[in-house]
């Protein structure tokens, strides 16, 4: 795989098309070349509100409970991170990033303000309801957008998309999203082979997704518990 990286600043764990750094997507970002990834999709780290939380609890893979969401890493500022994502992604490519409600406004701000074209706004029905102090929630959003020119590609599906939550074994981290529906969404966004970026990766099941896609992935995860989890999921994946 030819890495995005013009040289290596950080814990690396490679595979032929995979490439996972243990390492602040910011302190690495910088050694990352102008238009060198053809698609991000990402689920950042936000503050979460907690009134669909057991006592303010998250579990993942294992029955660990964390408190306070389970991060050491709470929020980094969208305006951060986002001007770095456009510099990275080539032009007339897309970028997808997972957002609760309370979210939507300041990330769309920031990437209208950073150049990005507003595309869709996607909605995860997780086929489950969380108690709010108002109506139940039960989706998630994707806000999609491009840089550049539109990108004719094979988009297929609806901006609802059903998806079945990681539960029990299957559940490695306390966020984590569908690989199946990721998958979904790489393949409608990318062409076989291409580079797919994650800057915030968890346990990685944007690189899973891509692995089934038959796309290169590079992905970013500060916290060394996930790091591990990525290294395994995509050990996993590979022994399949």
């Known amino acids: 795989m030819k890495s995005a990286m013009k040289n290596r600043a950080?814990?690396?764990?490679?595979?032929?098309?995979?490439?996972l750094y243990h390492a602040d997507f910011l302190n690495i970002s910088a050694n990352m070349e102008n238009g060198s990834v053809d698609m991000v999709f990402t689920d950042p780290p936000f503050e979460l509100v907690g009134g669909g939380m057991k006592n303010g609890k998250l579990n993942y893979k294992g029955g660990e409970v964390f408190s306070n969401c389970g991060f050491s890493t709470k929020h980094i500022a969208f305006s951060r991170w986002i001007p770095e994502v456009y510099r990275i992604l080539k032009n007339d490519r897309y970028f997808y990033v997972m957002s609760n409600d309370r979210n939507t406004f300041s990330i769309h701000e920031a990437c209208m303000g950073n150049g990005f074209k507003f595309c869709e706004l996607l909605v995860m029905d997780k086929k489950m309801t969380v108690p709010s102090s108002y109506y139940s929630k039960r989706a998630e959003f994707i806000l999609m957008y491009r840089k550049g020119r539109y990108r004719k590609l094979h988009f297929t599906g609806s901006t609802v998309l059903e998806a079945k939550l990681p539960r029990g074994k299957e559940k490695r981290h306390p966020t984590e999203k569908p690989v199946s529906m990721i998958e979904h969404i790489v393949r409608c966004s990318t062409l076989e082979?291409?580079?797919?970026?994650?800057?915030?990766?968890?346990?990685c099941p944007v690189g899973e997704a891509c692995m089934k896609a038959g796309r290169q992935f590079v992905g970013a995860e500060i916290e060394e518990k996930w790091f591990m989890a990525s290294q395994d999921r995509i050990r996993e994946a590979l022994s399949v």
């Open 10 to 19: 950080a814990a690396i764990y490679m595979t032929e098309n995979i490439t």
């Open 193 to 203: 082979n291409e580079v797919c970026l994650d800057p915030f990766m968890g346990s």
